[in-house]
């Protein structure tokens, strides 16, 4: 494919469906900023792309409730950590939502989304930042607050300062890099205090602890 300019977000979309993936293509096309530089139904093939293509974002979609994109999220993110996966599918169940943020996404979206929302995660993932869409964010925080009602509450007070100044930049959407550069301190730390907030938050994802800061208030505190 041809070298596109820096200025725009090089796309791979991943989808098993042709009718889905070329809806996602042209949807995507009609955003300048935007450039397509691959298109795969295939996991497998995927992974050699995004090694050769190099792309900024990577969009992800099963296109049918019966089939379980997380496991080629992980994939795809163990193959480049650093690759901002947004996921789109028909399937908003909170349980599916975690696993996939669980695997290394950081958007999710229904299938039916507007075409305008589809380009705003696209631009919002690719600076690094979590989206999830307004529909999926109440079942997701009713299904962690269910998890959390078996212990005692999360509780500020179980974090470092810093820790704490981390969680609450993370909540505001910023990425590692933002908040690196907001505390004045190199990526890789940002990372280990993220490291530490899962741990004592029991989960693994940033988009999991941000709605955990949400729904416990912490923006304010």
């Given at each position: 494919?041809?070298?596109?300019?820096?200025?725009?977000?090089?796309?791979?979309?991943?989808?098993?469906?042709?009718?889905?993936?070329?809806?996602?293509?042209?949807?995507?096309?009609?955003?300048?900023d935007l450039y397509i530089v691959g298109l795969t139904a295939d996991v497998d093939q995927a992974l050699a792309l995004l090694l050769r293509l190099q792309p900024d974002v990577v969009i992800s979609s099963d296109s049918t409730a019966s089939q379980d994109c997380a496991?080629?999220?992980?994939?795809?993110?163990?193959?480049?950590?650093?690759?901002?996966?947004?996921?789109?599918?028909?399937?908003?169940?909170?349980?599916?939502?975690?696993?996939?943020?669980?695997?290394?996404a950081i958007g999710y979206l229904p299938l039916d989304a507007d075409p305008d929302e589809l380009v705003r995660a696209v631009h919002?993932?690719?600076?690094?930042?979590?989206?999830?869409?307004?529909?999926?964010?109440?079942?997701?925080?009713?299904?962690?607050?269910?998890?959390?009602?078996?212990?005692?509450?999360?509780?500020?007070?179980?974090?470092?300062?810093?820790?704490?100044?981390?969680?609450?930049?993370?909540?505001?959407?910023?990425?590692?890099?933002?908040?690196?550069?907001?505390?004045?301190?190199?990526?890789?730390?940002?990372?280990?205090?993220?490291?530490?907030?899962?741990?004592?938050?029991?989960?693994?994802?940033?988009?999991?602890?941000?709605?955990?800061?949400?729904?416990?208030?912490?923006?304010?505190?």
């Open positions: 494919m041809e070298p596109t300019p820096r200025q725009q977000l090089r796309i791979l979309i991943v989808c098993p469906h042709k009718l889905a993936l070329e809806g996602l293509r042209l949807l995507l096309a009609r955003d300048e496991s080629g999220v992980q994939r795809l993110r163990s193959a480049r950590p650093d690759i901002p996966v947004l996921v789109v599918s028909p399937d908003t169940r909170p349980e599916r939502v975690q696993a996939a943020l669980a695997a290394g919002t993932v690719g600076r690094g930042e979590l989206t999830l869409h307004p529909a999926i964010v109440p079942g997701l925080v009713a299904r962690l607050a269910g998890h959390a009602t078996k212990e005692p509450g999360p509780s500020l007070k179980d974090f470092t300062a810093r820790e704490r100044e981390v969680l609450t930049y993370l909540a505001r959407g910023l990425s590692d890099r933002d908040i690196a550069q907001a505390l004045f301190i190199s990526v890789r730390t940002v990372q280990s205090h993220l490291a530490n907030i899962y741990e004592k938050l029991g989960i693994h994802s940033r988009t999991e602890a941000a709605v955990i800061a949400v729904r416990e208030g912490w923006l304010s505190s």
